[in-house]
């Protein structure tokens, strides 16, 4: 039964590894992610491929919709840690057979064709299955205030270190194993010795290349935009992650604050006495009215709601709040004097 349970389990293998050749891209490709991407990283390309390819936005092109069915048939099986886990291990001719199940990917489904294949699956304390990772790359990038609110693209030259082959050969693949041998009758004992296979030698070559970085609207200072093993690499391992950092430039006019942004204006003493009509240019050129025909008070504090920083990943900005100051004249004439006297006293 046992072996007929592996044949089985051969076969599907052999099925998944053949229709994925003949299908193409993986649902990874789809997303344009790695393997290793995290619950954010998924939902983070999703939304903007999604939003590229939405039918809405491309209406009677039929490769933008079939393009939009294939993302979201991906992202609802890499985004579900069930369904992720059978397709990383199984392919999609895995995912039907689970679905035929019933879905019971731990009922007597392929959890139980694992152990019974590989004689009780891994177990997360093994030394052999620990993959050693490369150092992270942690980048900063100043990125302005415009840039932050409307969204841009820098072109960013780096170096990095790249695996190339070099001549002879190398040991790799070191695993400790554990054995046993007879010391006695009846008596054995444990040993643990260093096992490694023969690979081609390598060595690190110095390469430079340029990389995109999407600044979206709304990131926030010291948030991480991450490239998934594009770090430094290691040999017989997995690179680590190149992270860049987004530190927000000082502004001239506008302070952020969270998803708010402050700004001031002076006005004059009459201004703030009559009321006034006055236009403020925004970030991205737009001009919002700050007059009003009240009185205004010095260090007067006034919120325009919606006129702030875009959310990230939301559809709504925060509030825009303008501080006022007053600028009083340095003399008055005496009929100027006057004058006020007459309006103001009592």
């Not at 990874?28 to 995290?38: E, G, N, P, R, W």
């Not at 302005?144 to 270190?161: A, C, V």
Request: include cysteine; glycine fraction near 10%; hydrophobic fraction near 35%.
């Amino acid at each position: 039964m046992r072996i007929l349970s592996g044949f089985l389990l051969l076969l599907l293998f052999t099925a998944s590894a053949i229709y994925n050749a003949a299908a193409g891209k993986s649902y990874y490709d789809v997303l344009q992610i790695s393997k290793s991407a995290t619950d954010d990283q998924i939902k983070r390309a999703y939304r903007k491929l999604a939003l590229k390819f939405h039918p809405d936005k491309n209406p009677g092109n039929e490769e933008a919709t079939k393009k939009f069915a294939e993302i979201n048939n991906a992202y609802e099986v890499l985004v579900d840690k069930e369904k992720r886990g059978i397709y990383d291990q199984f392919g999609e001719e895995g995912l039907k057979q689970n679905a035929a199940n019933g879905g019971r990917a731990g009922d007597g489904g392929f959890d139980n064709i694992f152990s019974q294949f590989f004689g009780g699956g891994v177990r997360d304390d093994e030394e052999e299955d620990r993959i050693p990772k490369g150092d992270d790359v942690v980048v900063d990038i100043y990125a302005t205030l415009e840039d932050l609110y409307m969204g841009n693209s820098y072109k960013i030259w780096r170096e990095k270190n790249v695996l190339k082959p070099a001549s002879g050969k190398r040991k790799c693949n070191c695993k400790n194993k554990v054995s046993h041998r007879q010391v006695g009758p009846g008596m054995y004992q444990q040993y643990t010795q260093q096992v490694c296979q023969e690979c081609p030698n390598v060595m690190f070559e110095r390469e430079g290349l340029s990389v995109d970085v999407d600044i979206e609207k709304g990131m926030q200072d010291g948030q991480e935009i991450v490239f998934y093993e594009d770090g430094e690499p290691v040999i017989d391992g997995e690179p680590g992650d190149l992270k860049f950092v987004i530190r927000t430039q000082p502004h001239s006019r506008f302070q952020r604050d969270g998803d708010n942004l402050h700004t001031m204006l002076t006005i004059s003493l009459l201004d703030a006495l009559v009321g006034f009509k006055k236009d403020m240019k925004h970030l991205d050129g737009h001009l919002v009215g700050v007059g009003t025909n009240k009185v205004t008070k010095p260090k007067e504090v006034r919120r325009f709601p919606g006129e702030g920083m875009p959310v990230f990943e939301k559809n709504k900005k925060g509030d825009l709040f303008v501080m006022f100051e007053v600028a009083f004249p340095s003399s008055l004439t005496d009929s100027q004097k006057n004058i006020i006297k007459q309006t103001l006293g009592s």
